[in-house]
Structure formats: structure tokens, C-alpha cells
């Protein structure tokens, strides 16, 4: 149980750790969407904002 | 279509993915590091899907852009599957095992619930913009992980060459995103942000393919003493 507690604990203190230097990362923000993507391909300028029919 | 220099990045990017999976198995090392080949040959497989989607509909459509994040989501995903294969081979003489995976899953699971808290009150296309948000969560989520395995490793003089320098490698690449990420938000429009990103992408499969060519998996080094915790 005190196991899973403690997983459960580092799990929080991880997460916060990583949104909280999202945050700080991003705080100087445009409003323009930036991402991080994974490999060399060209990423595309934003995300698609409308929803397909 | 993408200018010439962004497009010799990306084929630079490619050749580099196929070389550590070719590397792998002329070391007979493919299975020993299944997570790291995965990632690579899923890499390759969204590069052809992208390559599909931008050669037909160019680098402006919807398509495109669906293709991107979604694949750039599965790959987020396998990076850190990945990330926590070196967490288990580090910790596996601590016989931590199970407690890796059991934390593995609750914080994947975590920062699955954090995304969609942050997107259920978007007015855009939920699917999509869960994907975008999960993918940049678990970037940083990686990231944390990364200098923890790295303390880790100090702390536990962890020795064996090509585990310590996948994890530097890992460390250098989600630190590099990062700074790109950062440098994104001050300025997202600049050509230098759209181009370091792609050359990032190079980064982990030519420093991956570096270690798995130069060292065998019997070779040993020692983390530098100045770095090392007293015990």
C-alpha cells in the first residue's frame, strides 16, 4: 500500500514539476499556436480549427 | 510543399531513422532495445503517411495538419514508452520493476486526464486538440523524466556506455525542444523556430546511431567523479 502511495506521490510531484515548466516556458506566449513535434518533417502553421463534416 | 532546406532536413532526418534500426540489427541489438527501434520504425511509418498527405494536399490543408498531430500524438506516445524501457533497464538490478511500470502508467494516465481537462471546454475538434495538448504534456513530462533517470544513473554509478549516452542523448533532445518551445512563444513566426525544429528531429536519431556504431554493449564507462553523488 505505502508502495503505491509513494507512486502515486511521485507521480504528482513529476507532473506538477512538468506543467509547471510548461508554464514557465510558455509565459512570454504571442497568443500564435507553437508545438513541439516529434521528427524532422515540416510542421504545419497551426492546428486545423474547424471540424470536418 | 515545404522549401528545399526544410525537405533536405527531413530526408537527412529519415536516412538517420533508417540507420540506428539498420545499426541495431547489424549489432544484433534490435530486441535489446525493441522500445528504441519501435519508436524509430513508427517514425518512419508517419513520415510516409506525412510525405503522402503533403504531396497531395500540401503543407497549408486540413489533412495535412490531421495527419501531423495525430501521428506526432502515437509518436509522443512511443518515445515515452520508450523513455520508461531505459527507466526498467535502469532500475532492473533494484528489482524496481513493477513499481517503474506501475508509475509509468499512473502518470501517463495523469497527464491523459490534466490534457483533457485543459481541452473540454475548447471550441475546437475535441479529438484533435487532446492529441496536440497530450503530445506537449508528455514532451515535458518526458523531459522531467529524462534528469531524474539522469540523477539516477549518477546515483546508482550506473556504467553501461550505450544506456548512459541514450539517456544524455534523450536529455540534449527534450532540453533542445524546450528551448525551441520557449524560443516559439516569443516568436512562433520566425524561420529560424520552423527550421530548428526539424533539425532537433535529427538530433536523437544521429546521436542514438553515433552509440549504437561506436560502442558494443559490453562497453563500460564511468559517469566523470565531479558529477558522481557521494554515497
Not at chain 2, 528545399?4 to 530526408?11: G, H, N
Not at chain 2, 529560424?192 to 559490453?218: D, K, N
Not at chain 2, 562497453?219 to 558522481?228: F, G, M, Q, Y
Amino acid at each position: 500500500m505505502s508502495r503505491k502511495l509513494a507512486a502515486l506521490a511521485l507521480v504528482l510531484a513529476i507532473l506538477v514539476c512538468s506543467m509547471g515548466l510548461k508554464t514557465a516556458l510558455s509565459s512570454g506566449n504571442t497568443g500564435s499556436a507553437v508545438m513541439l513535434a516529434n521528427g524532422p518533417a515540416p510542421a504545419p502553421p497551426d492546428l486545423p480549427t474547424k471540424p470536418r463534416k | 510543399m515545404p522549401g528545399p532546406l526544410a525537405l533536405a532536413i527531413w530526408y537527412i532526418g529519415i536516412v538517420l531513422e533508417i540507420a540506428f534500426v539498420v545499426c541495431s540489427i547489424a549489432r544484433k541489438s534490435f530486441f535489446r532495445y525493441l522500445f528504441l527501434n519501435t519508436y524509430f520504425l513508427l517514425g518512419l511509418g508517419s513520415d510516409a503517411g506525412r510525405y503522402f498527405f503533403l504531396s497531395k494536399f500540401g503543407l497549408d490543408s486540413t489533412e495535412y495538419r490531421y495527419a501531423y498531430f495525430y501521428t506526432d500524438a502515437l509518436l509522443t506516445l512511443a518515445l515515452y514508452v520508450a523513455l520508461i524501457s531505459l527507466y526498467v533497464r535502469v532500475f532492473g538490478e533494484l528489482r524496481l520493476n513493477n513499481f517503474v511500470r506501475f508509475a509509468a502508467v499512473l502518470l501517463l494516465l495523469g497527464t491523459a486526464l490534466f490534457s483533457y481537462a485543459v481541452v473540454v471546454q475548447s471550441e475546437q475538434r475535441l479529438v484533435t486538440t487532446f492529441a496536440y495538448e497530450l503530445s506537449q504534456n508528455l514532451y515535458f513530462v518526458g523531459l522531467v523524466l529524462t534528469y531524474i533517470l539522469w540523477g539516477a544513473v549518477l546515483k546508482l554509478r550506473e556504467t553501461r556506455t550505450r544506456v548512459v549516452q541514450f539517456i544524455l542523448s534523450l536529455g540534449l533532445y527534450f532540453s533542445a525542444y524546450a528551448a525551441c518551445y520557449a524560443l516559439g512563444n516569443i516568436s512562433s513566426r520566425h524561420v529560424a523556430v520552423q527550421y530548428m525544429s526539424g533539425a532537433i528531429g535529427c538530433l536523437l536519431p544521429l546521436t542514438w546511431t553515433f552509440t549504437m556504431l561506436r560502442h558494443t554493449e559490453e562497453s563500460r564507462l564511468e559517469p566523470a567523479r565531479l558529477l558522481a553523488v557521494a554515497r
